[in-house]
Nanobody, 111 residues
């Protein structure tokens, strides 16, 4: 089972940017299904963005045009570039691949 480790979270002002990273413990044969989720306090975990078959990507409506998912296969790492951050983006962000979840990284958007 692959191990996943997220990093890059932190405190940022509204309108700011952050880039999250998710490092996998081994090469990912197929990136389809690998993605980012988030869970805000008192809310259910929700999908943020995911790679689909053929290298396509899906985004939650709430983050479209602000967030970008990408990967670097040579580094076994997936990224989430988050721009124009809003207070409602505050959550713990998790990466997922298959049945493996990372430990999460906190993102707080506040002035």
């Amino acid at each position: 089972q692959v191990q996943l480790v997220e990093s890059g979270g932190g405190l940022v002002q509204p309108g700011g940017s952050l880039r999250l990273s998710c490092a996998a413990s081994r090469s990912i044969f197929s990136i389809a299904g690998m993605g980012w989720y988030r869970q805000a306090p008192g809310k259910q975990r929700e999908l943020v963005s995911v790679f689909t078959f053929g290298g396509s990507t899906n985004y939650a409506d709430s983050v479209k045009d602000r967030f970008t998912i990408s990967s670097d296969n040579a580094k076994n790492t997936m990224y989430l570039q988050m721009n124009s951050l809003k207070p409602e983006d505050t959550a713990v962000y998790y990466c997922k691949y298959g049945t493996s979840w990372g430990q999460g990284t906190q993102v707080t958007v506040s002035s």
